[in-house]
């Protein structure tokens, strides 16, 4: 049997939403890494401004500024 893991979630700004679903199985938070893909595609490494709620298994983000854009994620 051949198994497939999902080891990654994106997701498309909506220049609205903040909180996202956390899909993946994690067993700690510091296991999470988060990019921000601009429109440009520049490949960003979030290491602040975004909340991972663990009650409510998702992803707070931007704690502070504007939701993303449409065209970002």
Known sequence: MI???????????DGAVTEFPITIPY????????????????IT???????????LAALVYPNDGDPLPVGET
């Open 3 to 13: 198994g497939t893991d999902t080891n990654h979630h994106t997701f498309q700004g």
């Open 45 to 55: 490494l979030l290491e602040s401004n975004y909340t991972i709620d663990e009650e």
């Open 27 to 42: 067993q700690a938070t510091s296991e999470l890494k988060l990019y921000h893909i601009d429109a440009d595609g520049v």
